[in-house]
């Protein structure tokens, strides 16, 4: 008797089994989409090789469906940058940028790793990069690699780390070896 209730056991784990394994791209966007708002801190680490120690940022960050950003650096200066129907506006101090992403495709495609994925936009996310999903919903890895050789030139790969629908790691590598990695932190909903 206790042997058939084991098989009956594993018999019903085989459909979970199973479901895990079909974890893949389409999955982890559509869960992402549901996502319209989100709150949460970083701190940032920038390894430049020139540098012996990383240069060290925290702030906040802000995310409202389906594509306004906002960067807000408060340590060691403040900066803030937003995003915002294809608007980038970057305040340092008394100084306000204001750049048309159509006007720089390659910041576009950049800004758009992180949007995209945000929004869970997969047609954007194919239209600039090679990607690849591992893990299972409970904690992935998004590897995203430049399909433009004008971006591939600045970016090698971005790596985009979280759990369930929360993004816990930004991971920039650029093509001269220099990288910045955010981690996120407290993030919310």
Known sequence: MLTKLRFLAVLLMLPLASHAAEFDLNQLLA??????SAHATF???QYIGLIDKPLESSGELAYTAPGHL???TLQPKTEALLLDAGTLTIERGNRRHVLKLQDYPEIAAFIDSIRATLAGDRGALEAAYRNELDGRFERWTLRLTPLSSKMLAKVSRVRISGVRTELRQIEIIQADGDRSVMTIDKAGQ
């Open 70 to 72: 906002e960067k807000r």
């Open 43 to 45: 701190t940032e680490k």
């Open 31 to 36: 869960q992402l989409a549901q996502t319209k």
